[in-house]
């Protein structure tokens, strides 16, 4: 044992944590939960979080570090018309998805056959009103949110990692002295698992379980193991998968949306700084599952202090922090050439917001993605026969 191995995974966890924590309770309060569902959401993913990491870790001996999935609360944040008990149906639903992927190779196939460029591009739908809302926050609270994003870019030249938990200190100190904010009574309270009985319906399962699947394995899941590849680890794909959606499909009974492998914040994880020899390197994701239970028991003091921030300064921090997702998948999608037609009608449709048959944009973005990618496959492969 190393501090450094400590020091590494209490800054993974915290930079997971406080870069995305208010898009998972922007996502709760798009279901309508109540403060006790909303709760009983973050200790539950937390906890789940913390027993992927710590077993799988210790299971494959390296370093396996899971984060939530936090494409897919912003997904769930933008849907609209579902509430608490359809949200955990499809979470659900979600979950079974994932798992059966890491279980059935056909499934795996079938969703590797989906072009980059169509995912990265429904990805990027989902992530671009909330980026708009951050910056439209600037009118509510110009001051507080133009020092935000100026302290946000300098510390990025820094260190990425903690741009956005900077950003967010700053936020709340600057709204507590100029008034737009007023300390709330914090207590420190135990979070109590609230059972939350799911509900199923074809709209729900085609309109928020098949996208949060869809952008969790695309989003989340492939770049966390690209990440373990790349760090010169043979990443455990199937376990990996049927651990993660089985404790998601557990927790998502108490409210919580799918956990997944991490990337940016594994990367802390699997650097040399970590441990020079790579084999001891997986004692970090059984440090960091420790450090997640202890974040999850402070979820509602978190919650009390988020809660009470004006919502322009939480439209900032999130949009703030959904950029570089943001970036990476406007990457990916036109990354080739002869897909960006398909990705841009995915883009616009799944940015868009807008539901048919009470079924959400992600889904028809991705659909209409998918017919304009076949039918240029079928004129390509018609003009190669006419040749």
């Avoid at 990027?124 to 949110?145: E, I």
């Avoid at 020899?277 to 009390?304: E, N, T």
Wanted: glycine share 12%; charged share 5%; aromatic share 8%.
């Amino acid at each position: 044992m190393r501090i450094s191995m400590i020091s590494a995974a209490v800054v993974a966890a915290l930079v997971g944590y406080g870069a995305s924590v208010a898009i998972v309770l922007a996502a709760a309060a798009a279901l309508g939960a109540s403060p006790a569902q909303t709760a009983s959401w973050l200790f539950a993913v937390c906890l789940a979080k913390a027993i992927g990491s710590a077993g799988l870790s210790w299971w494959h001996r390296m370093p396996i570090v899971l984060a939530w999935s936090t494409p897919g609360a912003a997904l769930i944040a933008t849907t609209s018309g579902f509430s608490m008990a359809e949200g955990v149906g499809a979470f659900v639903i979600a979950s079974v998805l994932i798992a059966l992927t890491g279980l059935f190779q056909p499934l795996g196939r079938l969703v590797a056959m989906i072009p980059d460029a169509v995912a990265g591009a429904m990805l990027a739908g989902v992530l671009l009103p909330f980026c708009l809302k951050g910056a439209a926050g600037m009118q509510a609270l110009p001051m507080v949110v133009l020092a935000m994003v100026a302290i946000f870019a300098l510390v990025r030249l820094w260190n990425p990692a903690f741009a956005v938990i900077a950003a967010l200190m700053a936020g709340i100190v600057l709204a507590l002295m100029t008034g737009a904010a007023v300390w709330p009574d914090v207590r420190f309270a135990a979070p109590v698992p609230l059972f939350i009985s799911p509900a199923f319906d074809l709209g729900t399962m085609l309109g928020l379980a098949l996208p949060l699947y869809l952008v969790t394995m695309a989003g989340q899941n492939l770049p966390g193991f690209a990440t373990l590849r790349a760090a010169g680890y043979t990443p455990p794909v199937r376990s990996a998968l049927v651990v993660t959606g089985g404790l998601s499909g557990v927790s998502a009974l108490f409210g919580a949306h799918p956990v997944n492998m991490a990337a940016i914040t594994a990367a802390i994880c699997l650097g040399d700084d970590v441990h020079p020899d790579r084999s001891q390197r997986w004692k970090v994701g059984v440090i960091y599952g420790v450090v997640w239970i202890g974040l999850g028991l402070l979820g509602p003091a978190v919650i009390a202090v988020l809660t009470a921030l004006p919502a322009p300064l939480i439209n900032a921090i999130v949009a703030l922090a959904l950029l570089g997702p943001l970036m990476g998948a406007l990457a990916t999608a036109y990354a080739v050439p002869d897909q960006r037609f398909a990705a841009t009608m995915t883009f616009v449709v799944a940015g868009s917001g807008a539901a048919a048959f009470g079924i959400g944009g992600a889904f028809w973005g991705l659909l209409a993605g998918l017919v304009i990618w076949g039918l240029e496959r079928a004129r390509l492969a018609l003009s190669r026969q006419g040749r």
